[in-house]
């Protein structure tokens, strides 16, 4: 039995998180209720110390006091465990008491909250329950004070939710509650607050954050006497982190780059080190000059000098089209007309660069015109390339120490910039996407989207489709692959102990890529090959011939090249002239639009290279004590790993956080797409789209129209995906298209229309409705969606929720 005025943060173990914060804020100074801990050792010994506690309530006065529970999983940074574990309010009595701290224990056992630590990767084992026991304190109005705005991110302002008498109602959503945004301005006293007490709270809430260092969801009263009372401080485990500070006064704006490839989850500190200079590199390419930063292990480019600059303001949004789309497009719209963001008035002494220099400029356009001229020639150059970078990818004979094959890590790419590569991938691009300006008004977005289908070229394509035949020759052993899981099979292959499928040939030509590819940290398909298995599994419950992945392509060939001859008709009587450039750029763009995997294709090599030497290293280092396992040099910068290897820098520890940080990250169920330096998400303070009956809006990147069940899928290693079920996913990357071969159509929480998830999707001929704000959480896997690309939209049939058994009706590739 502890007072609350002894406890410590440090004494969690013995008081839980509850119990530990309220000791701070006491000692800090802060009115904190008067009360005493159970500690968790009465909780181990699974015995009340009633003498104790009948000892302690006398000296409490013996009047009413609340039973709180405080486990020791509680209160965390990444978990506040809010309202799920009890806590009893108006105990009077020794009896009651006694029953009420017996509950508290028991609801460490709640079906919910042992749900809860499952969500978080809690390991239930240790955790132990305190029990914290408070005067009562009978309230005038209570509620809760957040440090930061929860809803946008703003770490600039705070918000209260009030209400009169038990904070209980605001924290259950019983009761309506008043709801007060503070941004430093004098705050307006209306409801059950004046503006007196606001300004306590403001002040009581800055006291708190500063004492604790992160922003904090903090639980108050006033008494009738119009006293304040602290009466919890946690974190704030909901924000998305903020931006680092650069010490510069005006607002800053970041853009999300890593769903460019797909790819939402963090990446590993050796990636991003990495991942850094080779987007800064891209950029440089194009004439951008563009900062990257790391946030919450995701990739963000500081635009602040772009939407400050006269010139390219004026493009930036239209820049962002091709490869960032149209949720990018409305925060950054929205950055524009925000005032702090306008021009200076007098031109800025750094310069934003816009635009590729003279030299560049005349490189891409010698390089665009060429390909469009000649596309086969162009396209034999580019393969070529791609298999020169393939050999010299290898690292060179004679790395035999760590140093050696750190010096070969930091070697330049030679693949960035291959004008071989680069530049007939821009020519497609370009193809693609100029038609719907030319053809506006004549023909629709969706009719352009299946010109784009079926598009040859893709080594994306020819690498599912590959798999595809691998899993039409398994033979014999269909079922031992369709009933084993994807990871024993993995094992049994690396024992050599699997009959022989074919899979080394086909991992030969694509062991090198995975999901997430472009981060070092994440291992390829030929060091781990379960989402192969995985994903052979899902094609061996293809049955039906019609529903082959071949045979779906064939068709949407076809369907495209016939599309193309019909709209090139209508646009050249309508428009002669911009009919027959449009048709001229669409047949270019069949012929060259599918390069656009190939770029990062060929640069695949290198990072696997670049992986295994990395990995060398660290197997190195573990064997000097100064990492825990190989793995672990993935959760280093390149400087680190240097500075361990050459100066015997011991990394351990550092390691430990951030993986720690890592897997909390991993956990996040959405990111930004654009952040201000403040911590705002632009996407939070949009007024909201039109909301449509039944239906979530997005937008159609893939033509077409089809019913059937939902399957969200997190992760492609482990998706269990029926032949014609709707995938609905965060993002894809090319790491995730074996599954569209099964897919009766996509859903994405992110994207552009030329990105590598709709891109692949037209090629199969599936519809695609991208950029559907969390999509992931509102719809359920089994629910009967329609995903119609020609309105853009997802609709949940709820009549027909239940029924996870029914096939879904494909309309095909043209719009219905």
Same mark, same amino acid.
């Given at each position: 039995m502890i007072a609350l005025s002894e406890l410590t943060a440090d004494m969690v173990d013995l008081v839980g998180g509850k119990a530990a914060g309220l000791g701070e804020m006491a000692r800090s100074g802060e009115r904190v209720p008067e009360g005493f801990c159970?500690?968790?050792?009465?909780?181990?010994?699974?015995?009340?110390?009633?003498?104790?506690?009948?000892?302690?309530?006398?000296?409490?006065?013996?009047?009413?006091?609340?039973?709180?529970?405080?486990?020791?999983?509680?209160?965390?940074?990444?978990?506040?465990?809010?309202?799920?574990?009890?806590?009893?309010?108006?105990?009077?009595?020794?009896? =009651?008491?006694?029953?009420?701290?017996?509950?508290?224990?028991?609801?460490?056992?709640?079906?919910?909250?042992?749900?809860?630590?499952?969500?978080?990767?809690? =390991?239930?084992?240790?955790?132990?329950?305190?029990?914290?026991?408070?005067?009562?304190?009978?309230?005038?109005?209570?509620?809760?004070?957040?440090?930061?705005?929860?809803?946008?991110?703003?770490?600039?302002?705070?918000?209260?939710? &009030?209400?009169a008498g038990l904070g209980a109602a605001v924290v259950d959503g019983s009761a309506a509650v008043d709801r007060y945004v503070l941004d430093g301005s004098p705050p307006a006293g209306s409801g059950v607050l004046t503006a007196g007490q606001l300004d306590e709270l403001r002040a009581a809430g800055r006291r708190l954050q500063d004492h604790f260092g992160r922003p904090q969801d903090i639980e108050w009263a006033y008494d009738r006497q119009g006293v304040l009372w602290l009466l919890q401080s946690r974190p704030i485990t909901t924000l998305f982190p903020s931006p680092p500070d650069t010490g510069r006064p005006a607002p800053r704006v970041y853009l999300e780059f890593g769903h460019v490839q797909g790819m939402l989850q963090p990446v590993t500190p050796m990636g991003m080190s990495t991942l850094k200079s080779l987007v800064a590199a891209m950029l440089a390419a194009l004439g951008l000059t563009v900062e990257i930063t790391d946030i919450g292990g995701r990739l963000y480019g500081d635009l602040t000098d772009l939407a400050r600059s006269r010139s390219a303001r004026k493009r930036l949004v239209k820049l962002m089209a091709v490869d960032f789309g149209p949720r990018a497009q409305a925060a $950054?719209?929205?950055?524009?007309?925000?005032?702090?963001?306008?021009?200076?008035?007098?031109?800025?002494?750094?310069?934003?660069?816009?635009?590729?220099?003279?030299?560049?400029?005349?490189?891409?356009?010698?390089?665009?015109?060429r390909a469009l001229a000649r596309p086969e020639v162009a396209r034999s150059r580019l393969f070529r390339e791609i298999e020169r970078l393939k050999v010299g990818a290898a690292a060179p004979a004679g790395l035999a120490t760590a140093a050696d094959r750190l010096r070969f890590v930091r070697a330049e790419d030679p693949s960035a910039g291959s004008d071989e590569i680069v530049w007939p991938i821009v020519a497609g691009m370009l193809a693609a996407a100029m038609p719907?300006?030319?053809?506006?008004?004549?023909?629709?977005?969706?009719?352009?989207?299946?010109?784009?289908?079926? $598009?040859?070229?893709?080594?994306?394509?020819? $690498?599912?489709?590959?798999?595809?035949?691998?899993?039409?020759?398994?033979?014999?052993?269909?079922?031992?692959?369709l009933t084993t899981p994807p990871q024993d099979l993995a094992t049994a292959y690396a024992r050599g102990a699997l009959p022989d499928i074919g899979l080394a040939a086909f991992l030969d030509s694509y062991g090198h890529?995975?999901?997430?590819?472009?981060?070092?940290?994440?291992?390829?398909?030929?060091?781990?090959?379960?989402?192969?298995?995985? $994903?052979?599994?899902?094609?061996?419950?293809?049955?039906?011939?019609?529903?082959?992945? =071949?045979?779906?392509?064939?068709?949407?060939?076809?369907?495209?090249?016939?599309?193309?001859?019909?709209?090139?008709?209508?646009?050249?009587?309508?428009?002669?002239v911009r009919g027959r450039l449009a048709g001229f750029l669409l047949r270019r763009a069949r012929m060259l639009a599918g390069l656009r995997e190939a770029g990062k294709f060929a640069g695949l090599y290198r990072l696997r290279e670049m992986r295994r030497q990395l990995l060398l290293v660290g197997a190195e280092l573990a064997g000097r004590g100064l990492l825990e396992q190989p793995g672990d040099v993935m959760f280093l910068t390149l400087d680190e790993a240097h500075a361990a290897v050459h100066d015997g820098a011991d990394h351990r520890s550092t390691v430990a956080a951030r993986r720690a940080v890592h897997q909390r990250e991993l956990r996040r169920p959405s990111v930004p797409v654009a952040v201000l330096s403040d911590g705002t998400d632009v996407e939070a303070v949009l007024?909201?789209?039109?909301?449509?009956?039944?239906?979530?809006?997005?937008?159609?990147?893939?033509?077409?129209?089809?019913?059937?069940?939902?399957?969200?899928?997190? =992760?492609?290693?482990?998706?269990?995906?029926?032949?014609?079920?709707?995938?609905?996913?965060?993002?894809?990357?090319?790491?995730?298209t074996p599954l569209f071969l099964t897919a009766a159509a996509l859903v994405t929480e992110t994207g552009a229309v030329m990105a590598h998830g709709p891109t692949v999707a037209r090629e199969y001929g599936i519809p695609a409705v991208i950029c559907v704000r969390d999509a992931t959480q509102k719809i359920r896997t089994g629910?009967?969606?329609?995903?119609? &690309?020609?309105?853009?939209?997802?609709?949940?049939?709820?009549?027909?929720?239940?029924?996870?058994?029914?096939?879904?009706?494909?309309?095909?590739a043209r719009p219905s």
């Open positions: 159970v500690t968790t050792t009465a909780h181990d010994l699974g015995v009340i110390p009633q003498a104790e506690v009948a000892e302690a309530y006398e000296r409490l006065g013996a009047g009413p006091v609340a039973v709180r529970s405080s486990a020791t999983a509680e209160d965390l940074p990444d978990a506040s465990f809010a309202g799920q574990q009890d806590s009893v309010l108006d105990v009077t009595g020794v009896t =009651d008491l006694l029953s009420a701290i017996r509950r508290c224990w028991d609801s460490l056992h709640h079906a919910r909250v042992v749900a809860y630590r499952d969500a978080h990767q809690i =390991d239930h084992r240790p955790v132990r329950m305190a029990v914290i026991v408070q005067r009562m304190i009978d309230p005038a109005a209570a509620g809760v004070l957040f440090t930061a705005n929860p809803l946008t991110g703003c770490r600039t302002e705070m918000m209260v939710e &009030a209400t $950054m719209e929205h950055v524009l007309a925000d005032p702090r963001f306008a021009p200076p008035a007098e031109a800025s002494p750094r310069r934003a660069q816009t635009g590729p220099g003279l030299r560049t400029g005349l490189r891409a356009a010698t390089g665009i015109m719907a300006a030319l053809l506006r008004g004549v023909v629709s977005r969706d009719e352009i989207n299946t010109v784009l289908s079926g $598009m040859p070229h893709n080594v994306t394509i020819e $690498m599912d489709l590959a798999l595809w035949r691998l899993s039409r020759q398994v033979g014999e052993h269909r079922h031992l692959l890529r995975a999901a997430a590819e472009v981060d070092l940290g994440v291992p390829r398909w030929d060091e781990d090959p379960t989402p192969v298995f995985a $994903m052979i599994a899902n094609y061996l419950r293809v049955t039906d011939p019609e529903q082959a992945p =071949d045979r779906r392509f064939a068709r949407a060939v076809a369907t495209a090249e016939a599309t193309l001859e019909e709209i090139v008709a209508r646009a050249r009587r309508r428009r002669p007024a909201p789209a039109p909301a449509l009956p039944g239906a979530l809006r997005g937008v159609g990147a893939a033509a077409g129209r089809t019913t059937g069940p939902a399957r969200v899928v997190h =992760d492609p290693a482990t998706a269990h995906v029926e032949p014609g079920d709707i995938l609905v996913t965060p993002t894809t990357d090319p790491g995730w629910q009967i969606i329609t995903v119609d &690309a020609a309105a853009g939209t997802v609709s949940i049939d709820s009549a027909a929720e239940s029924e996870t058994t029914r096939r879904p009706t494909i309309s095909g």
